[in-house]
C-alpha cells in the first residue's frame, strides 16, 4: 500500500525548507563579504624593477636613435654591396649561369664585396698588415697610424661645417650657405696667412681668426636679410654660395695674390708660420684643427644647454611668436644665429688652407665640405657631439674610399652613393622600423636644464 505523503521518508533525503534556504543563503553572503573585506585588507606589493640587462633587451630591437642609426648603416652596406656587384661585369657573367653554377656567383660576389670593404676598414681605421709590419720592424709606427690619420684629417673640417648647420638649424633657420661661409673663411685665412708677416704663434692665430671673421660676415648678410626684411634665408644662402666661389675664382689670378711662378689658377703658399702644428710628426697628416673641432663641439654644447643665449636660440627654434610674447628679440637672435653659423663655418674653411690639405687658394680648395656638413648635421640629429661622431663616420668613408678605389678598383663615387644612402634610411626612420619589424622605443623622459647665465 502507497505512502498517502509522498513528502515523508528518509530523514537524510527530505528537501531543505524555505526558511532553511534562507537561512543557507545568508550564512553564504556573510561568508563572501568577510572573503571581499580580508582581500581587500591585503595590500599589493611593489612590483620589482627590472633589470638593467632586462631593459637593455627590451629596447635593443625598438625603433630608438641607436637601433636605427646603426641598422640604417647596415641597410646601406648592404645596397652598396648590391651596387657593387652589378656595377663589376666580370663578376655579373657569373650570374648568367647561376642555374647551373651557382656557386661560381656567391664566391666571385663575396671576393668582390669583402676585400671592398676590408679595404675601406684598413684605410680609414686600422690595417693589420702594418701592424705586423711594425712589429717585425719592416715599417715604423707611423704606418699603423695613417688611418687614423686620414680619418680625423677629413673629418676635421666636416665637424665645423656640420655644427653651422646644425646650431642654425636648432634656432628655426636652414643654412644652406655652410659651403659659401667656408669659402670666405678660407679665402680671409689663406690672405692672412702669406700678407702678413707676423712671427709664429701670432701669424697662426690672426689667421684662424681671420677666417672665422670671414665666415661670420658671409652669415651675418642672410641673418640681417631673414631678422629686417623676412628674406628667406635658403635662397639667400644658395645664392651667397654662388658669390663666394665666383669671388674666390675671380680673386685667384689677381696680381699679389697669384703665385708668380704659376700660370694656372693658384695663390701664394700659407707662410708655415701661420700652418696648424701637425699632432703626429711631418709624415702624418692629421693636424691640430681636430683638437679645434672638438673644443667647437664643446663651446656648441655648452651654449645650446647651458647658456641665457642658448636658450633663447631654441625657443626661437621651436615656436618664434611665443619666444616673442615672452619678452625674446626674434630679430636678435636670428642675427646672432646666422653669425656663430658662419664663424663654425668659416673655421671649417679655414682648416682647408691651414692645415694639411692644402697651402694656397685653388677653386677647389673647399671640395664640398659645406654641402656635406648637412648630412653630417643631420646624420647627427643636429646634435653637437651627434655631429662630430657623424663627421668621424663621414672621414672615415672617404679615407677608406681611397684605398678602396686603389686595391679593389671600386669607383669612389660609391662611397658618395653609401653616405646618401646613411642619410636616407636615417631620415626615414619609419622604413627601417618597417624593414626590420622593430618595436615602438619607449617615451623618452622629458628632460630639462636649467640654462645658467654668462
Request: zero cysteines; hydrophobic letters at 50%.
Amino acid at each position: 500500500m502507497s505512502d498517502p505523503n509522498p513528502q515523508s521518508g528518509s530523514p537524510d533525503k527530505e528537501p531543505a525548507s524555505e526558511a532553511q534556504a534562507a537561512q543557507n543563503a545568508l550564512g553564504n553572503t556573510e561568508r563572501a563579504e568577510v572573503a571581499t573585506e580580508a582581500d581587500r585588507s591585503v595590500k599589493p606589493g611593489p612590483e620589482p624593477k627590472p633589470s638593467l640587462g632586462r631593459l637593455f633587451l627590451d629596447n635593443l630591437w625598438a625603433a630608438n636613435t641607436f637601433t636605427v642609426t646603426l641598422l640604417s648603416l647596415v641597410l646601406a652596406i648592404v645596397v652598396g654591396a648590391v651596387l657593387m656587384i652589378i656595377s663589376d661585369p666580370d663578376v655579373l657573367a657569373t650570374y648568367s649561369y647561376i642555374t647551373s653554377r651557382p656557386s661560381d656567383a656567391i664566391n666571385s660576389s663575396w671576393t668582390l664585396v669583402s676585400e671592398a670593404y676590408a679595404n675601406l676598414f684598413k684605410g680609414s681605421i686600422f690595417d693589420p698588415e702594418a701592424f705586423s709590419g711594425w712589429l717585425d720592424g719592416a715599417n715604423g709606427w707611423q704606418a699603423v697610424l695613417a688611418p687614423i690619420s686620414e680619418t680625423l684629417t677629413y673629418a676635421a673640417p666636416l665637424v665645423f661645417t656640420g655644427l653651422s648647420v646644425a646650431l642654425a638649424f636648432r634656432g628655426g633657420l636652414f643654412n644652406i650657405g655652410a659651403q659659401g661661409q667656408a669659402t670666405i673663411g678660407v679665402i680671409m685665412a689663406a690672405l692672412a696667412g702669406f700678407l702678413l708677416p707676423l712671427p709664429p704663434g701670432l701669424h697662426l692665430l690672426v689667421a684662424v681668426l681671420a677666417g672665422a671673421l670671414g665666415g661670420a660676415i658671409w652669415g651675418f648678410i642672410p641673418g640681417i636679410l631673414k631678422a629686417r626684411a623676412g628674406a628667406h634665408e635658403v635662397i639667400n644662402t644658395i645664392m651667397l654660395n654662388y658669390v663666394a666661389t665666383y669671388f674666390l675664382t675671380w680673386l685667384i689670378v689677381q696680381n699679389g695674390v697669384q703665385d708668380p711662378n704659376r700660370t694656372d689658377a693658384i695663390s701664394k703658399a700659407v707662410d708655415t708660420s701661420a700652418q696648424l702644428p701637425r699632432l703626429l710628426g711631418d709624415n702624418l697628416r692629421v693636424h691640430a684643427g681636430i683638437l679645434l673641432a672638438v673644443l667647437a663641439t664643446w663651446a656648441v654644447a655648452w651654449l645650446l644647454n647651458r647658456s641665457t643665449l642658448g636658450f633663447e636660440l631654441r625657443a626661437v627654434g621651436a615656436n618664434p611668436d611665443a619666444a616673442r610674447t615672452a619678452g625674446i628679440s626674434v630679430t636678435r637672435t636670428y642675427i646672432l644665429i646666422m653669425v656663430f653659423a658662419g664663424i663654425l663655418a668659416g673655421l671649417g674653411g679655414s682648416n682647408m688652407v691651414l692645415g694639411s690639405t692644402a697651402s694656397a687658394l685653388t677653386p677647389l680648395v673647399v671640395a664640398q665640405i659645406g654641402f656635406d656638413g648637412i648630412l653630417v648635421a643631420l646624420l647627427g640629429r643636429v646634435k653637437p657631439w651627434g655631429v662630430l661622431l657623424a663627421a668621424l663616420l663621414f672621414g672615415a668613408l672617404q679615407a677608406g674610399g681611397n684605398r678602396m678605389q686603389s686595391y679593389s678598383g671600386i669607383s669612389l663615387e660609391l662611397v658618395t652613393v653609401l653616405q646618401a644612402l646613411i642619410v636616407i634610411f636615417i631620415a626615414a626612420p619609419a622604413l627601417v622600423k618597417a624593414i626590420f619589424q622593430l618595436r615602438a622605443a619607449r617615451a623618452a623622459r622629458l628632460q630639462t636644464s636649467l640654462a645658467k647665465g654668462w
